[in-house]
């Protein structure tokens, strides 16, 4: 089946920092959505993007749907502690009713 | 307020046992998702649906079992035919076919 390659699998910074991560792949994808997920919860939805090149903020994160359409990136501005924890992008190939995920990044923010 | 209940939130199961989880939402979505969740590997989709009385394998349907009597109800059997059935279950719902999916907070399933 289609993959996500989402990368960095893990990142350490410190607070403050900019953090940025992608994924990408080999097909075209029609929308991308990217979750933050917390130890033991579920998923909860931080941006959706549906047009390639359209970039979209929600506070201090930043999304951007690649203009290739196989690729999305996620920024997120001075990071704060309560920034810790795995975020998944995930998305939608055409034609297909079914999400395709990526494995997350896990971010660890030092105070 | 709106939004996806998964219960019970914690399980623990003897092996050879069937374990129901429960999955309510009140979006009034039409579709509803199973994933399953491993550490260290992405979301990997067991059934979803998306009108009452239908539904379809995902990729990994394997040992588990949906029905979908109500639009706002769409719960999930873990039978004794999966052979590795503890992680950590999401459900999932939205509107249409393709959009913003949404997440109820988890059942973690243990197998003893």
């Known amino acids: 089946g289609q993959q996500l390659n989402q990368s960095p699998q893990s990142m350490f910074i410190q607070e403050g920092e900019d953090v940025s991560m992608n994924c990408t792949s080999s097909?075209?994808?029609?929308?991308w959505l990217w979750y933050k997920q917390d130890p033991g919860e579920g998923p909860v939805l931080l941006i959706a993007?549906?047009?390639?090149?359209e970039l979209t903020s929600n506070g201090r994160l930043t999304a951007q749907f690649g203009i290739t359409r196989k690729d999305s990136f996620l920024n997120i501005s001075a990071s704060i502690p309560s920034d810790v924890g795995i975020y998944f992008c995930?998305?939608?190939?055409?034609?297909?009713?079914?999400?395709?995920f990526g494995k997350g990044t896990k971010l660890t923010v030092n105070p | 307020d709106g939004g996806i209940t998964q219960s019970p939130k914690y399980l623990f199961r003897k092996e050879g046992q069937n374990v129901t989880l429960s999955c309510e939402q009140n979006?009034?979505?039409?579709?509803m998702y199973w994933y399953r969740q491993d550490p260290g590997q992405g979301l990997r989709l067991i059934y979803y649906?998306?009108?009452?009385?239908?539904?379809q394998k995902g990729d990994i349907a394997e040992g588990y079992s949906v029905s979908r009597e109500k639009k706002e109800s769409f719960p999930l059997t873990v039978t004794s035919a999966q052979k590795n059935p503890t992680a950590f279950y999401l459900c999932?719902?939205?509107?249409?076919?393709?959009?913003?999916?949404?997440f109820g907070e988890g059942s973690r399933l243990t197998v003893l």
């Open positions: 999932a719902s939205r509107q249409g076919h393709t959009g913003e999916l949404f």
């Open positions: 097909s075209i994808f029609n929308t």
């Open positions: 993007l549906y047009k390639a090149g």
């Open positions: 995930a998305g939608e190939p055409g034609g297909s009713e079914k999400l395709v």
């Open positions: 979006l009034n979505h039409d579709a």
């Open positions: 649906s998306q009108i009452v009385n239908d539904f």
